[in-house]
């Protein structure tokens, strides 16, 4: 069973950025889609982004559209959300995993973005 791991989080002002990194685990990175998640205190977790397995095919949800890139690296086993313009109501934990609900790994520890002045 892949495992993934996120990291990359931290406290940052409105308009700044952030680069999170997700590591999985594993020999078959580069077989399956990766997506990023959040999810925010009282709402449910919602997907930001994905790529599929060799990075031809990548799509945002339109509240990230022009501020979020999602990318990966298949010999590092790592996607990466490089996020810029960041405003409070991106405050949320990010995660990683498949991009669908009927492939989903364990979920990981996530990782805390809190944009906030």
């Known amino acids: 069973q892949v495992q993934f791991a996120e990291s990359g989080g931290g406290l940052v002002q409105p308009g700044g950025s952030l680069r999170l990194s997700c590591a999985a685990s594993?020999?078959?990175?580069?077989?399956?889609?990766m997506a990023w998640f959040r999810q925010a205190p009282g709402k449910q977790r919602e997907l930001v982004a994905s790529?599929?397995?060799?990075?031809?095919?990548?799509s945002y949800a339109d509240f990230v559209k022009g501020r979020f890139t999602i990318s990966r690296d298949n010999a590092r086993s790592t996607v990466y959300l490089q996020m810029n313009s960041l405003k409070p109501e991106d405050t949320a934990v990010y995660y990683c995993?498949?991009?669908?609900?009927?492939?989903?790994?364990?979920w990981g520890q996530g990782t805390q973005v809190t944009v906030s002045s």
């Open positions: 594993g020999r078959l990175f580069g077989t399956y889609a």
């Open positions: 995993n498949r991009p669908l609900p009927s492939t989903y790994a364990d």
């Open positions: 790529i599929t397995d060799r990075g031809l095919a990548i």
